[in-house]
């Protein structure tokens, strides 16, 4: 009874301090009641507020007994003086500043990246989802309209064509259209990087993007033919960019896309000598396109994944494509995550394996090329979807049954996927490039470093990267997974050498990513160029710098450049 | 006061009017007295809690007023009470000495009884007291449903006004309930007919139903202003007679007796409004404004400027050679000015400082710059340049940007206060005493000489406060810098030397605003101790002490031409101050939040208001406190109005990162045609709305009209 009179005063002492506490939330200008609009309203009401109870943890309830009575106690754990006087300081926040820009120039907002978008993604979808709402919109406002006018007077029947070109692009759109694609797919790649960095983060391109769509579609079209591998790439680079645009919704042009795209990753030969060219970095990285669209605007009504897999299935059926297709159809299927690698690729691999076999021992040098290439890229994705879905005692034979000619391998691969415990999230950063791809283009990162990642992405054809050392210290790494790996040090701070990017990926790499990788030899040839401060302590990373696994081909083509 | 022909500002100190104003119905917030460690506690801490108990301290600071001011045999029966009154809460503090002092200063030896019937202790209690009643606690929730009813079956044209009655029935009804020990019945009796009570009136009704014992009631601001017997609703002759008809039918129970004894029912002569009418004026915690707050005359026009001629003159003839031609529609420009308004209060109501020649400079450039200014209407919608702050989120607390848009100031609450230059001007300090000395006093550009070249900055920090910097102002000719914190102080920081200059101790809790007068010299400030202080750059005590508000004083806003104040607070009203009386001259309801920012227009006419409801209100000041026009549609809290310079549009910023602009002057056009009977409804049109402007996830703190009409923004991005 005692306790719920208790209770009863407090709830009613509580709600009187958070009433008043919001008068300090609200002149704090804020949404969010904090703790110490809490202790404000303490303070107002002359009560010492109780400081130094801020806990991320849960604080457990401890009870000891002594004297007859029992008393609830707080743990303090001990804190070592010379750790706390050791530890490194905490980074400073960051000081505030004032910039300053235009938010409207005699009443017209002006798009530019620190407005909003003119128009919003949102309408965008929904402009694209159902085009009878903006009809809708325009009879409600003609009834208006007539309500006004009305009585009496004969009203105006306002017949509404729909226009055929809705599109008027302003004269600055025409020349920023014909500048951007001047740059993309002409010589000069620093401005080509500029036009791409453009499209990626200029907001109000809406209007333009089904001209630039049509100008994909039209390249990719005519470039295919032509076997321009280099304007391929270019082209879809330039694809990439508008879809990494957060302010644009690109469903109402993905008839025009998506086939530019399947046509880049299957397409029977991209370029005039296909046994030197690195057409596969081409495919790899439309593939890695094509899976970005299908999780973006993959919807139930739409069914573009669905249609996208059917494509690729058909891809591997047929037993007379050319090794190209069928290395393009793969990747883009292993692309598409680990579900449909299992329902759909794993199934065919008997199939394929003969194939590869057949092809390796054969005399042409271009199918034994490409024989190794799906080889490899069958090695990479397969073994970690096999290693979830089959249980532990790995058989050879079962493999070599189950699998032909590619068993052995893949069985070695799960074995050894198995054997590493943090490998399982290590390869999932291997297999899913999308994902680095994504931490990568976060809108927080700064400009520089974004057109770093672009070219890095490109696959092989990152020319710039900054190469670890290592790969000329630890082959066996590089030849035992499949494709390579190559570390690329990216970060916001201009002034970082080489140098001290190798320091900083060593000092993080260790604990953290490459535990499975027999990584050891890597840290240790490493440690030799390394001063040992650096080494302990991580926080000599450049704040911003990330460093992710980029695959590369073995070979590396300049056109990235 | 001005009858000495040449006003000193001491002349505005004497202390009377002060005192009285409104204090009988004010409950202000009891600091106990025992405490001694509380916010910037001081000496005389106790003293300035009491409106009443100024009167002392306001006769400090006037050595020159002449005695006959506060003359012992000169009290009328008012003044007995009142001196009764103050002698009573001095004793109950214990402040033997500030007693004596005040006899012996008043000649007032009669004895007080601190039992007396009036005292404020036996005040409460007996307040409470009343609510004692022997009704039958089951027959409350069937009376209310009578009267719910009753109004539901009324004729439509009363059905409104009566309604009005519900939600005070109600909250007294329940409040009855409680101090009787019927729990039960209480909360039965909220829990029913809560539901059916205008939207506005549930936060009420939320914080009352917290109440639920006895011990509880005393000390809860929202519970004092209802048993206080303040609720105000107003009706219309025939009204109340169609009440007066239903009470009559049952003599007997709660609902007549409550109605009687603790409603205060405003009756005017006319027809009764319509619910839209109604619902506009409600919301403030004490119901509706009665007429009688608002009948007194306002000067709400503009002091007339100052001889400007010779300075003008001389640019007219720099600029002679280049358009002869102007010459003539300039100078009568300025002659239009110069007529007398005929609402312009005298220019010598209040003491004003004199013309510096540096203002008068200053003056020159004003107008200079108004020549040249853009000419905005809902054709030509203004630029905008955003002032974004980065790498401070959630963290800025005020802004503030100076007249001629150079300086900008933002508080944090992290207590600090940065200064930056907006313009290429860079922040200068001044030349250290020494060899200040050096420079000749005569020489013309003595103002720059002072200054150091070498401490150039473009951004000062100012440390001093100990808590949020809620309020910022800077001084119309930007040497000084108001800043108001949570800590209770407000402190005077020099812009020449980039110190703290003053501290001023007067609210013992958080001040929330503070604002320069628009000629400089005087300021307001305004915190949760619930008044308004008035305060002149040179004296550390206050000039005048606006009590009246039922909570916290939000925001203040001084009116154009400097003798007025308005106030905005959380008792959701607005409150006009005349800062020579000091009375409360308009008392405006109709907003159904805090009131979070008030403005004026150019002309002084209008005043805009905005709240947390979103919505935002005009008022006409012309007439007797009569909304304008309603504006909504902002979807948050509104924190920032600006007029432009000429008073065409009315621009909004809030939380909803949004930036509204509004066609005011459609709104003065449509005020004036229908001439503004009390009865009107206000304005409430889509098309006023003229268009806007939205930031990223940037909260829009301030917005400013530079003087060429260039309109800046200014807000923290939270991305």
Not at chain 2, 187 to 198: I, R
Not at chain 2, 360 to 374: N, T
Request: glycine residues 8%.
């Amino acid at each position: 009874d005692v306790a719920r009179e208790l209770a009863d005063d407090v709830t009613f002492r509580l709600k009187c301090l958070v009433q008043d506490g919001l008068k300090f939330t609200q002149h704090g200008k804020r949404n969010k009641f904090t703790t110490s609009d809490f202790d404000n309203s303490l303070k107002a009401k002359n009560i010492e507020p109780v400081y130094g109870v801020v806990s991320s943890e849960h604080i457990p309830w401890r009870l000891t007994s002594g004297g007859g009575r029992e008393l609830h106690f707080l743990e303090d754990k001990e804190l070592e003086v010379a750790d706390l006087v050791s530890q490194q300081l905490p980074k400073l926040p960051a000081a505030p500043c004032v910039k300053s820009h235009w938010l409207s120039i005699e009443g017209v907002q002006p798009a530019i990246p620190q407005n909003p978008a003119p128009v919003s993604k949102h309408l965008q979808k929904q402009d694209a989802v159902n085009p009878a709402s903006k009809l809708a919109a325009a009879h409600s406002g003609d009834r208006n309209n007539r309500n006004i006018h009305g009585r009496g007077l004969k009203s105006v029947e306002t017949v509404r064509v729909k226009q055929l070109a809705t599109h008027e692009l302003s004269a600055e759109q025409q020349l920023y259209y014909k500048e951007i694609t001047e740059a993309c797919v002409g010589s000069d790649e620093p401005k080509r990087g500029e036009a791409l960095h453009s499209l990626s983060y200029d907001p109000g391109l809406h209007q333009m993007v089904a001209r630039l769509c049509t100008f994909i579609a039209e390249g990719v079209r005519v470039n295919v033919v032509q076997r321009n591998l280099a304007l391929l790439i270019y082209l879809m680079r330039m694809t990439k960019a508008l879809l990494d645009n957060t302010t644009l919704y690109l469903e109402k042009y993905l008839h025009e896309l998506t086939p530019s795209v399947l046509t880049c990753i299957v397409s029977r030969q991209l370029c005039l000598k296909p046994d030197m060219d690195n057409h596969w970095a081409l495919r790899d990285f439309a593939a890695r396109l094509m899976s970005q669209v299908c999780r973006h605007y993959n919807t139930t009504t739409n069914g573009l994944q669905t249609r996208i897999t059917r494509v690729f299935c058909k891809c591997l059926n047929v037993d007379k494509t050319p090794l190209a297709t069928v290395y393009g159809a793969v990747a883009g299927l292993c692309e598409l995550g680990p579900e449909v690698t299992k329902a759909l690729v794993v199934p065919k691999i008997r199939v394929l394996s003969g194939k590869l076999e057949q092809c390796m021992e054969g005399p042409s040098a271009y199918e034994r090329n490409a024989a190794i290439h799906i080889r490899a890229m069958l090695l990479k994705s397969v073994p970690p979807v096999l290693k979830t879905n089959r249980n532990p005692p790995d058989l050879l034979s079962d493999y070599k049954s189950e699998f032909g000619y590619l068993g052995q391998q893949l069985q070695t691969n799960v074995i050894k996927l198995r054997q590493c415990p943090g490998s399982s999230s290590s390869s999932v950063v291997v297999s899913g490039p999308p994902t680095t791809m994504r931490t990568l283009g976060s809108p927080t990162s700064s400009p520089t470093p974004t057109r770093i990642m672009q070219q890095g992405v490109t696959g092989g054809l990152a020319g710039r990267a900054v190469v670890l050392a290592g790969k000329e210290a630890v082959p066996g790494v590089q030849q035992q997974q499949a494709g390579g790996q190559k570390l690329i040090i990216m970060s916001s701070r201009a002034p970082t050498t080489v140098a001290q990017g190798v320091e900083s990926v060593a000092g993080l790499v260790k604990p953290a990513t490459l535990p499975g990788l027999e990584a050891s030899g890597l840290i240790s040839t490493t440690h030799g160029v390394v001063t040992p401060s650096s080494v302990t302590s991580p926080s000599v990373l450049p704040p911003g710098s990330k460093f992710v696994l980029v695959k590369t081909e073995p070979k590396d083509d300049d056109y990235g450049m | 006061m001005a009858d000495t022909g040449n006003p000193t500002y001491a002349s505005l100190a004497p202390a009377n009017p002060t005192i009285i104003n409104g204090m009988a119905n004010v409950d202000l917030p009891m600091m106990p007295i025992a405490e001694s460690g509380g916010i910037g506690s001081n000496g005389h801490l106790p003293n300035i809690n009491s409106p009443a108990s100024n009167s002392n301290v306001s006769d400090l600071p006037s050595p020159q007023t002449p005695a006959s001011d506060v003359k012992p045999d000169g009290y009328t029966d008012m003044d007995k009470s009142t001196m009764i009154a103050v002698i009573q809460f001095l004793k109950r503090g214990n402040l033997k000495v500030t007693e004596d002092i005040l006899r012996k200063e008043c000649g007032f030896f009669e004895p007080v009884d601190l039992n007396g019937a009036t005292g404020a202790l036996g005040e409460e209690g007996e307040v409470l007291a009343a609510y004692k009643t022997e009704g039958n606690p089951a027959e409350y929730l069937d009376a209310y449903k009578a009267l719910l009813a009753f109004v539901e079956k009324s004729l439509d044209a009363y059905k409104h006004e009566v309604s009005g009655v519900l939600y005070p029935v109600l909250a007294h009804m329940y409040l009855e309930l409680i101090y009787n020990g019927h729990r039960s019945e209480a909360q039965e009796l909220l829990g029913a007919c809560a539901g059916v009570q205008e939207t506005h009136h549930q936060e009420d009704l939320r914080n009352i139903s917290l109440v639920t014992t006895r011990a509880q009631m005393a000390g809860q601001p929202l519970l004092n202003t209802l048993l206080s017997g303040e609720y105000t609703t107003r009706m219309s002759r025939d009204s109340l007679a169609h009440l007066k008809r239903f009470l009559a039918d049952r003599s007997s129970g709660p609902v007549p007796r409550i109605i009687q004894d603790r409603l205060h029912i405003d009756l005017y002569d006319g027809q009764p409004r319509n619910r839209h009418q109604v619902l506009a004026t409600q919301g403030s915690i004490t119901g509706e404004a009665p007429r009688s707050a608002n009948k007194s005359k306002i000067y709400f026009g503009l002091l007339k400027e100052p001889e400007l001629q010779s300075l003008i003159n001389e640019e007219e003839e720099e600029d002679d050679v280049d358009k002869p031609k102007k010459k003539k529609p300039k100078k009568d420009a300025l002659q239009k000015s110069k007529k007398n308004d005929p609402n312009a209060p005298p220019s010598n109501r209040i003491p004003l400082p004199e013309l510096r020649d540096q203002d008068k400079v200053e003056k020159s450039r004003i107008y200079r710059d108004s020549l040249r200014r853009v000419a905005l209407g809902r054709d030509t919608l203004p630029s905008a340049c955003f002032y974004s702050f980065v790498n401070a989120a959630h963290n800025v607390c005020s802004v503030d940007i100076c007249d001629d848009s150079s300086l900008l100031a933002y508080g944090t609450s992290e207590s600090t206060v940065i200064v930056q230059s907006i313009t290429p001007a860079k922040l200068k300090a001044m030349k250290p005493a020494e060899h200040l000395t050096d420079i000749d006093k005569d020489s013309e550009d003595v103002l720059v000489r002072m200054l150091e070249d070498r401490s150039a900055e473009t951004q000062r920090l100012l440390l001093g406060h100990s808590g949020a910097v809620n309020s910022l102002c800077i001084s119309p000719d930007r040497s000084l810098l108001l800043s108001a914190g949570n800590d209770g102080t407000i402190r005077l920081w020099s812009l020449q030397t980039w110190t703290c200059v003053v501290i001023l101790r007067g609210h013992v809790y958080p001040v929330w605003s503070v604002q320069f007068s628009p000629h400089g010299y005087y300021f307001v400030s305004g915190g949760h101790d619930r008044t308004a202080r008035l305060w002149s750059t040179d004296q550390h005590q206050p000039l005048r002490i606006f009590a009246g508000h039922y909570s916290d004083v939000d925001v203040l806003e001084f009116h154009p031409n400097s003798n007025y104040v308005a106030t905005g607070s959380s008792d959701r009203t607005v409150r006009l101050w005349d800062c020579s009386t000091g009375n409360c001259v308009r008392m405006l309801t109709g907003h159904k939040g805090p009131v979070t920012v008030l403005r004026f227009s150019p002309c002084g006419r209008y005043l805009a208001s905005g709240s947390t409801d979103c919505k935002l209100l005009v008022w006409d000041m012309a007439a007797h406190g009569t909304i304008l026009a309603t504006l909504s549609g902002h979807s948050q809290t509104l924190y920032t109005l600006a007029f432009s310079r000429e008073g065409t549009l009315l621009t909004s910023g809030g939380l909803d990162c949004a930036l509204k602009v509004w066609d005011f002057a459609k709104v003065t056009e449509e005020g004036r045609e229908d001439d503004v009977t009390n009865t009107s409804a206000p304005l409430e049109d889509k098309s006023l709305l003229l268009t806007t402007f939205t930031t990223k996830q940037t909260p829009i703190l301030f917005l400013h009209f530079t003087r060429r009409n260039v309109l800046l923004a200014a807000g923290p991005y939270n991305g």
